[in-house]
């Protein structure tokens, strides 16, 4: 967890980038190669989309949240990040 815990820096980056999404993605498929699990995918994008909703900024979560969809499986199956 702590791999996960201290990216949050990493978080706000794909956020702001182009692409939050594929960013996201790409870091969330990092996580994973290193060993974390989806629960605790799950529980830190969850954390992160509290912290994006507390600034205020409008439409800033729709990315974080879609990249969850990805994670517990709200998706098509093949778009699953986690089986």
């Not at 706000?12 to 190669?33: D, F, N, Q, T, Y």
């Not at 979560?61 to 879609?66: E, G, K, M, Q």
Request: aromatic content about 8%; some cysteine.
């Amino acid at each position: 967890m702590a791999h996960i815990a201290a990216s949050n820096d990493a978080l706000w980056s794909a956020l702001g980038s182009p692409e939050p999404v594929a960013a996201l993605i790409e870091l969330v498929k990092e996580w994973k190669v290193a060993g974390a699990a989806k629960a605790e995918v799950e529980h830190r994008l969850t954390e992160f989309l509290h912290e994006v909703m507390a600034t205020g900024a409008p439409d800033q979560d729709d990315p974080v949240r879609d990249v969850l969809d990805y994670v517990v499986g709200y998706c098509s199956p093949d778009a699953r990040l986690f089986p």
